[in-house]
């Protein structure tokens, strides 16, 4: 017998219409690209805009299944563009404009993108490989006539003066809940990037789990401001659970340096934020140097990679602000879990909380874990045993898009390709990327336990920890330090420091100081790179 309620499809329409009925005057604050200037707006001008949108595009000839690519910064123009284009059917593929000029030609062709959005800061950099692009029927650049610089983009329109074309007299096109929404391409940090297709219904039910308190914790009396790129998986829910509860928006643009996001902060009243360590280790930098505080914010959200120790114990001990440490990826829209305090460790204080908020946490509903060993075996949850983590859930990938690729267990779960410990209460430690850790004599030695030991040493900005080739053992493990300014911890020192914080084996057997560590496009060290650079490396002895 089916139950007997009413057909309501899951449609990401809906977020922002409740949005703009029901906190049409909550702001979406953008810092425009053109000059850093504020540009404010309603939830209610948001739709009416992503109304337009809609309207226009369908002009276009772009209706349901087509892809349109969007290479844009946070702003109240990407968002609106969002629900405009995913109102009709059709299919919001946001380009991470960090990937290589090669890699967004490849992905581009890949999707088959009809039309492009772009900010003004990529114009140059689409000009130059627009013929590898032979899909993109148009481009239209995010800005107005004023603002419009002279490209040889095809078919180039400022979008102010395209929008012009249409009002907002337009109703949603009506589709069913599983009809794709979103479409991200993984930033290849291991492998080629790979389409991950979302659909209404997913996001919809991501954004749900996500805003609940344990995990995003979004009220409609929360100021939020995602620093996470909208091009990186969603921006972790936040351009759908912020309007659907009512949240005020802070879109930070092109500046996400630590003085400009501190001037966002302070003067919007941001109360939740959320983005990759490395930006924050900008802010940090920033706020000592100037003394500055952090007087109305009380959440941030710090995922993407692990994020260290050290900066867990800064945000609260010394600013006040609650860290809540997420985990995820691409494939899981993206969030898998996140380090809140059940009531079975509420009794936890100073140093063993700490010990708590270094993990990645537990999964909302919507996110089930598997831990197995390699031939695929349940291993069990008691915080030790580490083991391939797989998931499964209604916003978890369950094939990419146009590849063949097999890529679920025969109980539907997806690997992610992390190891991780899992204990009894549920919360899930990444131990390492299968790919990044180090064997070291048949045994396994934590990238990440190391790398989060050795930033907490007062003269380390960033540390990354990679095995290199050793005669004996296999591999062992090298730590690379960027070293605050002004200062030159030596390997004695640095080995001094770690001793007796970890297994004595675990000990990297060197350590180089370097100006830069590199990153990938979304923030994350790129070890494939750093392990090419030290791979010629002969450790000590
Ligand atoms: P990519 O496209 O670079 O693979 P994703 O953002 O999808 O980008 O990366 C997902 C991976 O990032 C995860 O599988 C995990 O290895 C890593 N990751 C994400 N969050 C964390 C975290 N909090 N701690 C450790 N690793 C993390």
Redesign the pocket.
């Known amino acids: 017998m089916l139950g007997l309620m009413q057909d309501w499809p899951l449609l990401l329409h809906r977020i922002i219409d409740h949005a703009a009925i029901q906190h049409g005057t909550r702001e979406v604050v953008s810092r425009a690209v053109e000059d850093g200037t504020l540009r404010r707006r309603s939830y209610r001008e948001i739709r009416s805009r992503a109304l337009r949108v809609a309207k226009r595009l369908d002009r276009e000839g772009i209706g349901l299944g087509d892809r349109v690519a969007t290479l844009a910064w946070n702003s109240d123009r990407h968002l609106e563009l969002w629900y405009g284009i995913s109102g009709i059917g059709a299919i919001t593929h946001t380009v991470n404009p960090r990937l290589f000029p090669e890699q967004i030609a490849g992905i581009v062709s890949h999707a088959e993108d009809r039309l492009m959005f772009l900010d003004l800061t990529f114009v140059p950099m689409i000009e130059a490989i627009q013929e590898k692009l032979p899909s993109v029927a148009r481009y239209v650049v995010l800005t107005d006539a004023a603002h419009m610089p002279q490209t040889r983009l095809r078919g180039a329109v400022a979008y102010e003066d395209w929008l012009t074309e249409a009002d907002d007299d337009f109703t949603w096109r009506a589709f069913d809940e599983n009809t794709a929404a979103g479409l991200c391409y993984?930033?290849?940090?291991?492998g080629g990037p790979k389409g991950v297709l979302y659909s209404h219904r997913s996001n919809v039910l991501h954004a749900l789990a996500c805003a609940a308190p344990d995990y995003m914790g979004l009220s409609a009396r929360d100021t939020v401001m995602p620093v996470v790129p909208l091009f990186h998986?969603n921006s972790w829910s936040l351009a759908y659970s912020a309007p659907m509860t009512g949240a005020k928006l802070v879109m930070p643009g092109a500046k996400l340096d630590g003085p400009s996001l501190h001037e966002l902060l302070e003067g919007e009243g941001v109360t939740m934020t959320a983005a990759v360590p490395t930006v924050w280790l900008g802010l940090l930098q920033h706020l000592e140097a100037t003394k500055g505080e952090l007087s109305t914010l009380k959440r941030v959200v710090i995922?993407?990679?692990?994020?260290p120790r050290a900066m867990t114990e800064t945000f609260e001990r010394k600013y006040g602000v609650t860290v809540a440490?997420?985990?995820?990826?691409?494939?899981m829209s993206?969030l898998g879990s996140f380090c809140s305090v059940k009531p079975v460790y509420e009794q936890l204080s100073g140093d063993a909380l700490y010990d708590l908020k270094v993990k990645?946490g537990h999964p909302p509903f919507t996110v089930e874990f598997r831990l197995t060993d390699d031939a695929g075996r349940d291993l069990p949850w008691d915080g030790k045993t580490f083991g391939r983590l797989k998931v499964r859930g209604p916003a978890v990938a369950g094939a990419y898009y146009r590849h063949d690729e097999k890529i679920l267990d025969d109980q539907g779960f997806f690997d992610?390709?992390?190891v991780a410990t899992i204990d009894p209460a549920g919360y899930m430690q990444?131990t390492d990327?299968s790919k990044d850790v180090i064997k070291s004599g048949g045994e396994w030695i934590s990238s990440?336990d190391l790398e989060n030991l050795a930033v907490g040493h007062p003269d380390v900005a960033e540390a990354a920890v990679i095995g290199v080739a050793h005669p004996k053992w296999d591999e062992r493990p090298l730590l690379v330090i960027v070293p605050k300014p002004g200062r030159a911890p030596s390997k004695e020192e640095m080995l001094a420091f770690m001793t007796g914080k970890i297994a004595k084996w675990w000990l990297p057997d060197d350590v180089v100081l370097v100006e830069a560590i590199p990153h990938?496009a979304?923030g994350?060290i790129q070890k494939t790179r750093l392990r090419e650079m030290f791979k010629d490396y002969r450790l000590p002895g």
Request: aromatic share 4%.
């Open positions: 993984t930033s290849g940090t291991t998986a995922g993407g990679s692990a994020c440490h997420a985990w995820g990826m691409t494939e993206p990645q992610t390709g992390d990444v990327r990440i990938t979304t994350k």
